[in-house]
């Protein structure tokens, strides 16, 4: 069993290496993180979620966090266990890391779609969707990020079960997906922020995918997005665009960030991380450090402007 000091940070680890990580960080430092599986997948694999925060006795406001809805995103599963990571041996020392600790709880869901990432390792380096099937197709999967109650399926997502932007046959139809809503509507009263980790295009994005439409607090939105964008741009010049989703990169119906935020979670964001296409989702593991550096400062940026901004 690895412990977390043999862990490496700065490697693609495969799913095997993922769980195990989960299993011994969580029991490393019990007064900070703890961990709760919210169900299954298709496959059977247990969705593991970490809580970070310094246990309370009244009820802490929240951020939710995932990362790898996609299976190639590598980076973003990544990015995730460097936030552990830099949560848990910062707090005490980096003053803003222990008050958001001390006053909030940050759920971490290192791997959303856990069996399409385990078959990007063994079988198909460009999978997108899960691995659900369905008598009737041959095709395999529905893409998590469009299978979510928001505008399903109206826009930019297809309802061909082979397409890589197959919305599912219902929304939810996909257990992940269903998963993870049902955790963020039973906490919907915590819940303040809701971040979702992606890969590539450097970008910043808020509500709404689905829609033209501007978000009732699009300005504030834009506001953080661009706050949070320069901060991370500060550290090695990556350049960022923040925006709503339809205008900044294209209209696509069912995602998480518009579905998070129609439930009411105002603070609702999508990184698309490095890089802008030269590697695309094959991003070399020698960009996995600085990535997670600057990624670092940008969520560090939104969490400080949440607990500042709580309602
Ligand atoms: O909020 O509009 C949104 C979602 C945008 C992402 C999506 O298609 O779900 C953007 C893509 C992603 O990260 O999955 C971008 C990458 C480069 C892709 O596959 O097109
Ligand atoms: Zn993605």
Redesign the pocket.
């Known amino acids: 069993k690895a412990s977390p000091r043999t862990h490496s940070y700065t490697k693609y680890n495969s799913w095997d290496k993922v769980q195990s990580w989960i299993a011994s960080i969580s029991s490393s430092n019990p007064s900070l993180i703890s961990r709760q599986v919210i169900g299954k997948t298709y496959e059977g694999r247990s969705m593991t979620l970490l809580k970070l925060g310094k246990k309370s006795s009244s009820a802490k406001p929240a951020i939710f966090m995932d990362c790898g809805i ?1 299976a190639r ?1 590598w980076i973003s599963p990544a990015f995730c266990q460097w936030f552990v990571k830099e949560a848990l041996s910062t707090y005490g020392k980096d003053s803003q890391m222990t008050s958001l600790l001390d006053q909030m709880d940050v759920y971490v869901l290192p791997v959303f779609n856990i069996d399409g990432y385990d078959y990007t390792h063994k079988s198909n380096r460009m999978w ?1 969707k899960t691995r659900s099937r369905r008598s009737g197709s041959s095709c395999v999967g529905a ?1 998590p ?2 299978n979510w109650n928001a505008g399903w399926c109206t826009i ?1 997502a297809s309802s061909s079960p082979c397409s890589d ?1 197959f919305c599912g046959y219902k929304p939810e139809s996909e257990i992940e997906v269903k998963n993870v809503a049902d955790f963020i509507r039973r906490n919907k009263s915590a819940i303040k922020a809701y971040i979702t980790i ?4 450097q970008l910043l ?1 808020f509500p709404y ?1 689905y829609t033209y439409d501007l978000a009732a607090h699009h300005s504030e939105l834009l506001k953080i997005a661009q706050g949070a964008s320069a901060a991370l741009r500060r550290l090695y010049g990556t350049r960022y665009t923040s925006g709503p ?2 205008a900044t ?2 209209p ?1 119906a069912g ?1 998480s ?2 579905w998070a935020y129609d439930l009411g979670v105002k603070y609702s964001f ?1 990184f ?1 991380l490095r890089d802008t296409g030269r590697y ?1 989702f094959l991003l070399p593991e020698s960009q996995i450090k600085p990535t997670c550096e600057e990624t670092m400062l940008a969520v560090k940026y939104i969490a400080a402007y949440v607990q500042k901004n709580l309602y």
Do not use: F, P, Q
């Open positions: 996609h995103e997108r893409d990020n469009r930019g932007t992606h890969s590539y295009s994005l995918s989703g339809a990169i294209y696509a995602g960030d518009d999508t698309e695309g």
